[in-house]
């Protein structure tokens, strides 16, 4: 049974075709090329089974149609021109649709960043009523970025990771209307697990055998019905964060009391309804205290973003010459990478006190990020070797490798960065920027899916970080752009306002509910929304380099 349908308004004439929807035809006598144009713009019209799409395909083509459920997104600007090759029948012509592809839509709904050519060749015939129409659908459908962003809503989908013990959005793009439907479009994504882009990070909890026993509905008071089977025999604190993840994910797409049944029954007993705002804070601990108000630093030492003081120690005092820095999530430990002649090397211990060297250098190492939930240290050597330090039971720090196989095999790694829930990296690759999963495996752990983010928006990269789980922010020598802040998916880029900056812009830092923290030529600026002017930060420093904790 269809969980929704489109109302329709039937005609007589049109009555008993078994069409379902009522559309109008292309306008009389349209052109090839504006016909191709038209059939384009029509993808995402409502309707069942791309009814408006259609209605520019012959007969043979209408009844016979069956696109994949991948969307490709081209720009708004494209053209359609004649293919310059003969056709044998003179009432045939071949079309090309030439444009920018800028990403697809995957049978799970997620996006999948890419910028290439688009050329797709599109057949046309005349009919027997003069009329000219399409006679080799695409096996995938078309539409432009502005039809997709009119007809498509964003949701983040919540799954849970077992590493951080929070949630991970894995952002979905659904259809918009009608709105009522929506709720229900949702939890068949949760259902059906991550995408490929998380597979392995996150875990399902609504995986096999827990199912949707009938379909999500509202009730005469607004309550949202989630009833679920499958359920028998899952501990309580299973059910809790099942619930969690029902109201994390729907919470953007109603503001109604979400009723979670389990065979007809309260999921969560003595907890039938639930509201947002009634979840624990999962993740809280994964975000610095207000209290730590950052470091940066500047001239070899590492100093305080609040009053510009040396840290304590010989981190501050200038006994390391210190190239870069990372403070750990509670603000105890401190990773430096300290220069050592013509090379440089790691250190990790307890803020304030002597850090002892870890067996790990080389030419080079990237800025050290720590590991959410796990208190694991890790940077990138020589930009190619991803080394993870971990904590013995000895106190030592013992460096381990990563398999970044897939990440490396793009080029060379200057910067590396964590994402607040520890599913995802940030990387600069050969001035790109660049998102990979983080699959761990018992001792194991790998860099999977890499993703390739604005290839031809975003380049010459100096530094990235993660303004939310899902949210990046880059600094790049570009003088126009600056500063970007970059959907983790690719979908979508914002450039911050410019003013104030002087190229080139080398580093910056992010945390969720702080200032962003970017340093230029002349020293450090803050802002917190785009379009805001940079201000300067107070006790700044030329050549300073800052971090928040993580």
């Not at 209408?62 to 696109?67: K, S």
């Not at 109201?247 to 003595?270: E, F, K």
């Not at 306002?497 to 020293?523: E, F, M, Y």
Request: a negative charge.
């Amino acid at each position: 049974m269809p969980l929704e349908s489109q109302p329709v308004v039937v005609s007589g004439e049109r009555q008993g075709q078994g069409s379902g929807d009522v559309v109008p035809e292309p306008a009389k006598d349209i052109d090839p090329l504006t016909l191709v144009r038209g059939f384009i713009g029509a993808t995402l019209k409502p309707g069942q089974g791309n009814a408006a799409a259609r209605a520019y395909l012959d007969d043979q083509s209408r009844a016979g149609w069956r696109p994949s459920r991948s969307l490709t997104i081209i720009q708004d600007t494209f053209g359609t021109v004649y293919d310059t090759d003969p056709q044998p029948d003179p009432n045939t012509l071949v079309v090309n649709v030439r444009g920018i592809d800028i990403g697809t839509l995957d049978q799970s709904n997620a996006f999948v960043p890419d910028y290439s050519s688009a050329l797709l060749k599109v057949k046309v015939r005349k009919q027997a009523g003069g009329q000219w129409r399409i006679v080799d659908p695409p096996a995938d459908l078309y539409a432009t970025e502005s039809d997709f962003s009119e007809n498509y809503t964003a949701v983040p989908v919540s799954f849970y990771s077992e590493t951080s013990a929070t949630f991970v959005p894995d952002r979905r793009y659904v259809i918009a209307k009608p709105q009522s439907g929506l709720p229900s479009r949702v939890m068949d994504l949760l259902v059906n697990g991550p995408s490929t882009s998380l597979a392995g990070s996150v875990k399902n909890l609504l995986g096999e055998p827990v199912e949707i026993d009938t379909n999500v509905k509202s009730l005469d008071d607004g309550t949202l019905v989630v009833p679920l089977t499958g359920v028998s025999g899952v501990p309580d604190d299973t059910r809790k964060l099942i619930a969690a993840q029902i109201v994390l994910t729907l919470q953007y797409v109603t503001s109604a009391r979400i009723r979670i049944l389990a065979d007809g029954a309260a999921l969560v007993p003595n907890h039938p309804d639930w509201r947002s705002n009634e979840l624990p804070a999962y993740g809280a601990t994964l975000s610095p205290s207000l209290d730590l108000l950052g470091l940066m630093t500047v001239g070899g030492r590492v100093r305080s973003l609040g009053d510009g003081a040396p840290v304590p120690g010989p981190a501050g005092s200038g006994e390391y010459d210190v190239v870069s820095a990372a403070q750990s999530i509670d603000g105890k430990r401190l990773a430096v990478v300290e220069r050592d002649g013509g090379k440089v090397r790691l250190r990790i211990g307890d803020l304030g006190h002597d850090l002892p060297l870890v067996n790990l250098g080389g030419t080079t190492l990237s800025r050290p990020t720590w590991r959410p939930g796990t208190g694991e240290v890790w940077t990138v050597a020589d930009h190619l070797t991803v080394g993870r330090m971990v904590l013995n039971p000895n106190g030592q720090w013992t460096a381990l490798t990563v398999n970044a196989t897939d990440l490396v095999q793009q080029g060379g790694i200057t910067e590396l960065r964590f994402s607040r829930d520890g599913a995802r990296v940030a990387a600069v690759i050969d001035g790109e920027l660049w998102v990979a999963s983080v699959v761990g495996t018992g001792d194991s752990v790998a860099l999977r899916e890499p993703r390739h983010l604005q290839p031809h928006d975003v380049t010459d990269v100096a530094d990235v970080d993660w303004i939310t789980q899902d949210t990046l922010v880059a600094v790049t020598s570009s003088p126009s752009q600056p500063v970007v802040r970059v959907l983790v998916d690719g979908q979508r880029l914002d450039a911050f306002n410019s003013s104030n900056l002087t190229p080139k812009v080398h580093g910056v830092t992010a945390a969720p509910g702080r200032p962003i923290v970017v340093a230029d030529a002349s020293g450090l600026w803050t802002a917190s929304v785009l379009g805001e002017v940079w201000r300067p930060l107070p006790h700044s420093m030329q050549d300073a380099d800052p971090f928040y904790p993580g």
